[in-house]
């Protein structure tokens, strides 16, 4: 095969999959339909109209118009981009929330055309900085050579989003970023080290609330300058800063005093202001003879900063013009935050995390090693066997391993939530190593040996063995939850639905000939049924809220993966929605207010066909009609969160025609039968639509929760 170098065309749309969503949503959702259905009918926003090329006909096309009225806007050849986004709510520190955004997708398809429009002059006005650590620096590119290695690892088409280890021949995020995609990978770091050994002292700080506290429109005075923009006011609003800041503003329902937290691009349109900040505390260091480098270092991370210097009246320095250039933007420094460390540098994190690498190091104990054939015979003790000339050494007590972990997070004068993600992310590296080894020789004999030829000897070895390893992995479960239920968050709810899922693959495989489960019934059911009842208690303690839902909605899809007969038990269900259920009346009730979009789908993707929970299903199907119906009727056409709902549940093969026409029915405020028909006849039209294009944002049928939680963890931007 030539070894042809072969560059990959850039698509604008991209945009679209990087730069609009939050890390912290439902693993169901994505917009990869949503991109699809842009690229497949050449839909974009140009010169304030919606321009489309589809090959729809027929009741297809009228479908069609139905989806781009309900997706954009009531009116597409002059749609308003002033929208309200889906705003929702993360647990973030102890009684305390994160509100996150999810942009109407016309902000979306405008996005796209900013973007192309505009990406030079975003990566220009994220080039200046010296401190910035974290910025985009290129329009990703993406090039392989089109050898045999490269078919090897191929992805296939329908991945879509990049595997681990596969070379796809599309792109992945729209800019390249320098130099760190992620917090630790900065700390891990050359420059990290090498500024340790330079200087005495490392101060670090934060912005107080830094997205909460921008001003849109201080992106124009950063770039252009304030007195600038004050004489030029109305020419500033053509400028590239101009239009970002309309945008910006836009996509928040004309807000100006702060920007949407989650998206990408919200990131950009700070790092724009807060390079010039940075840029201009360099220069006046260096007027009073500070120079980079020299007297000092300087990191800047999003809205972390790192300082290191000898001189604390250099640092008094430093932070006295960064206050004063901050306050120019409605920006102050956290001062609760401010941190100081001296050499020997390290911070109790540190510590704490090198004493957690030390004790995974040992624990749980997992070993497979070849012996030679003559010890085969030797007796086995109760926490190992031999099994094809190999010895499993399997043991672990996850109370003692418990208290040893709480003894660290003491010692190291650190909170859970500060080591809680990477401890998971050790456990989870650990836990797929020894699940492979397990896979390459467990699975390997059984394979290359008929069963029904094995002597007593052999199967009561097989039974030890598997059941061995059985207890292991319940022991890993019961860890993992015990660290994991002190502080959920939605990260931590991320890594361990990543552990559960490759336990769950494994328990789930089948053998290639007979397509008989290999691990046995009684094994598969002891670790199923400790991931039911351990999530039942986290679900239990921790019932759907205005609050905090996303955490709990992980935990839920994995679940769903566990198969029917792991369902929870309806009494837990409706002890989690908070609903309620009248004595001797066959009718529960879900509270106003109780249920978002995201908690909705993922809720219809969870009871999907299963007929263990008609009541709740009636009483999901009741809450939607309600919630639409009540949503403000001049507001529906503005909403994010109703434009998705809309067309997800449309989409949904577990609700039939009547229930998708009357949806159609009250987000229009019908008021007759006329208007029942009339939906009635468009749902149908829908529902045929629906059988090409399956799906929008939540994928409801054929859904790998493995592969999406490996897709998730390259996507992460904090750690």
């Known amino acids: 095969m030539s070894k042809k170098k072969k560059h990959i065309k850039y698509t604008k749309e991209r945009a679209i999959i990087s730069d609009v969503l939050p890390y912290e949503v439902p693993i169901t959702f994505s917009n990869r ?85 505009y990406k030079e002059s975003i990566i220009y006005s994220c080039s200046l900085s010296n401190y910035s650590i974290r910025k985009p620096d290129n329009v990703a590119k ?186 120019k933007y409605k920006l102050s420094i956290n001062n609760s935050k401010t941190e ?96 492979i080894s397990f896979e390459k020789i467990y699975f390997k004999y059984l394979e290359e040996n008929n069963r029904e030829a094995f002597s007593k000897s052999d199967l009561l070895k097989l039974r030890k063995t598997e059941s061995l390893f059985t207890s292991h992995i319940e022991g890993i479960i019961d860890f993992t939850f015990f660290i994991y239920s002190v502080s959920p968050r939605v990260n931590s709810t991320i890594k361990v639905s990543l552990i559960l899922s490759k336990i769950i693959k494994l328990f789930k495989e089948k053998d290639k000939v007979s397509k008989e489960y290999i691990i046995s019934q009684n094994n598969r059911e002891r670790v199923f049924k400790k991931i039911l009842d351990e999530s039942s208690f986290i679900l239990k303690k921790n019932s759907l809220n205005e609050y905090a839902q996303v955490e709990s909605l992980y935990l839920l899809t994995l679940l769903r993966d566990l198969g029917k007969e792991y369902r929870l038990p309806e009494e837990i269900l409706i002890k989690f929605l908070n609903a309620s259920q009248e004595k001797g009346v066959d009718k529960i009730i879900i509270n106003d207010n109780t249920l978002n979009y995201f908690s909705i789908v993922v809720l219809f993707y969870y009871i999907g066909y299963s007929e263990k929970f008609p009541l709740i299903k009636d009483a999901l199907i009741d809450y939607t009609y309600k919630y639409i119906k009540n949503y403000p009727r001049e507001k529906r056409g503005k909403s994010s969160e109703i434009a998705h709902l809309m067309l997800d549940l449309f989409a949904c093969p577990f609700l039939g025609l009547r229930i998708k026409a009357k949806i159609l029915y009250l987000y229009r405020d019908g008021k007759n039968l006329a208007d029942y028909n009339s939906a009635l006849a468009e749902t149908k039209k829908l529902i045929l639509f629906h059988k090409k294009h399956k799906y929008w944002f939540t994928k409801w049928e054929r859904f790998n929760l493995a592969k999406e939680l490996e897709n998730k963890k390259s996507q992460e931007v904090y750690s």
Request: glycine fraction near 2%.
């Open 33 to 117: 339909y949503l991109y699809r259905f842009l690229v497949n009918n050449e839909l974009e926003f140009k010169n304030s109209t919606i321009k489309y090329k589809t090959n729809f006909k027929d009741d297809y096309f009228d479908a069609f118009k139905i989806i781009l009225k309900i997706l954009f806007s009531t009116n597409i050849s002059n749609p308003n981009t002033r929208k309200i986004p889906f705003t929702y709510r993360i647990s973030h520190k102890e009684k305390d929330f994160r509100e996150l955004a999810l942009v109407h997708p016309i902000n979306q398809l405008e996005l796209i055309e900013f973007y192309e429009k």
């Open 142 to 327: 993406f090039t392989f050579f089109n050898d045999k290695l490269h078919q090897t690892n191929k992805g296939d088409v329908s991945d879509f989003l990049e595997l681990s280890g596969k070379e796809y021949e599309n792109l992945k995020t729209f800019f390249s970023y320098s130099k760190y995609t992620n917090i630790y990978q900065f700390f891990e770091n050359y420059r990290y080290q090498r500024a340790e050994k330079k200087f005495n002292h490392l101060f670090k700080f934060d912005i107080s609330k830094c997205f909460d506290s921008i001003y849109t429109h201080s992106i124009t005075w950063a770039v252009l300058g304030l007195d600038v923009v004050k004489e030029n006011v109305n020419s500033s609003k053509n400028t590239f800063t101009g239009k970002f800041d309309k945008f910006i503003q836009y996509a928040n329902y004309g807000e100006t005093n702060g920007i949407l937290i989650g998206p990408e691009f919200s990131r950009i349109f700070a790092e724009i202001i807060l390079q010039k900040i940075d840029i201009t505390i360099e220069k006046k260091l260096k007027e009073n003879n500070y120079l980079l480098k020299v007297d000092y270092e300087m990191y800047r991370y999003v809205d972390d900063y790192f300082l290191f210097c000898d001189d604390s009246v250099l640092k008094d320095e430093i932070l006295k013009l960064l206050k004063h250039e901050l306050k």
């Open 340 to 435: 100081e460390y001296n050499k020997p540098i390290i911070t109790e994190i540190t510590i704490a995390k090198n004493k957690i690498i030390d004790l995974f190091s040992e624990n749980p104990k997992f070993k497979i090693t070849e012996i030679e054939e003559k010890e085969v015979d030797n007796k086995d003790d109760d926490d190992e066997v031999s099994l094809l000339n190999h010895k499993f050494e399997l043991s672990f007590n996850p109370n003692k391993l418990a208290t040893r972990y709480k003894i660290i997070i003491k010692e190291s004068h650190v909170d859970y939530k500060d080591v809680l993600n990477y401890s998971l992310a050790l456990l989870s590296s650990k836990i797929e190593k020894n699940l």
